[in-house]
């Protein structure tokens, strides 16, 4: 039985968790052919995570999370997650990257989003949402510029899944500044704690405006009946999409035997190399 961890938590939707085991299973037989030892299954709570006694710390002996089994066992800290020792294999942002993660892992490969809208090869924009009928709906820029409607969203309440989310905030904050405009642009914002969430509360009319990325809103389209009360009335330019990462102690061999299996499983929609 392997010692090492995977999981794929940022699209592991409760209703979509076939698809997201059925994904992880074709990664999982390609690393193992290339005589990676890959878990059998994902993880999904802080209760699967393995011990760390004295907890988690960094290249320099530094505790930077603690011990996994001090947390929530039903819960899953993405954070304590993607620092885990024994992480082989997992997604993240790259808001968390750019904010100290980096540190902690290395990049393995980058996910296509081409069966999205809003997505291009590794690249993903996201839909800036509103209630039906506050305004036009847009389709994605086909140059894949930003599209903000300044007017319509100005005064509004902005709802976002967390601060370091680069498809539910940073990214927008970074457009409306090459715009000219803040976040003051809004006349209050709030964080509602996922993307599904900020989907419901725009629509339950708990705020006007969220930014959500395009594979969520997707999966919001199948999923979240709230969904069908909002359309897309703009999107943030398109950057790369979330990174699949593994530990910064994992050998370069091994890191490198992913690459390649990533590399094999190209023609597949959601699954590119590195760049």
């Known amino acids: 039985m392997s010692e090492l961890i995977a999981a794929l938590p940022m699209y592991d939707w409760s209703e979509a968790r076939d698809e997201v085991d059925a994904q992880w299973a074709s990664l999982r037989d390609s690393f193992r052919r290339r005589g990676i030892d890959a878990p059998q299954s994902i993880v999904r709570r802080n209760g699967d995570l393995p011990p760390v006694p004295g907890g988690i710390r960094d290249g320099e002996g530094k505790l930077v999370a603690p011990d996994p089994v001090t947390l929530p066992p039903d819960e899953l800290d993405f954070h304590k997650l993607w620092m885990h020792p024994a992480l082989l294999f997992a997604q993240t942002c790259w808001g968390p990257m750019e904010l100290g993660l980096s540190r902690h892992v290395q990049v393995v490969g980058q996910p296509s989003y081409d069966a999205y809208e809003g997505g291009q090869g590794e690249l993903y924009s996201s839909a800036l949402v509103m209630r039906s009928g506050e305004g036009p709906e847009v389709r994605s820029p086909t140059d894949g510029k930003a599209l903000l409607p300044l007017d319509l969203i ?6 976002f899944n967390s601060l370091d989310s680069m498809s539910g905030i ?6 409306l500044k090459a715009a000219g405009e803040k976040l003051d642009i809004f006349s209050s914002y ?7 969430d900020s989907i419901v509360a ?3 009319g708990k705020a006007d ?3 959500i990325d395009c594979e969520s809103w997707a999966l919001a389209r199948r999923f979240e009946p709230a969904a069908r009360k909002i359309v897309i009335v703009g999107w943030t330019a398109r950057r790369k999409g ?7 102690t994992t050998p370069e ?21 590195v760049g």
């Open 209 to 211: 405006v969220a930014a």
């Open 242 to 248: 979330l990174p699949y990462i593994t530990a910064r």
């Open 154 to 159: 100005r005064g509004r309440r902005f709802t």
């Open 202 to 204: 725009v629509a339950e």
């Open 190 to 196: 709030s964080e509602s704690g996922g993307h599904r």
């Open 253 to 273: 061999k091994t890191v490198r035997a992913m690459r390649e299996a990533l590399a094999g499983l190209a023609e597949q929609p959601r699954i590119q190399r």
């Open 170 to 175: 940073i990214a927008l904050t970074r457009d």
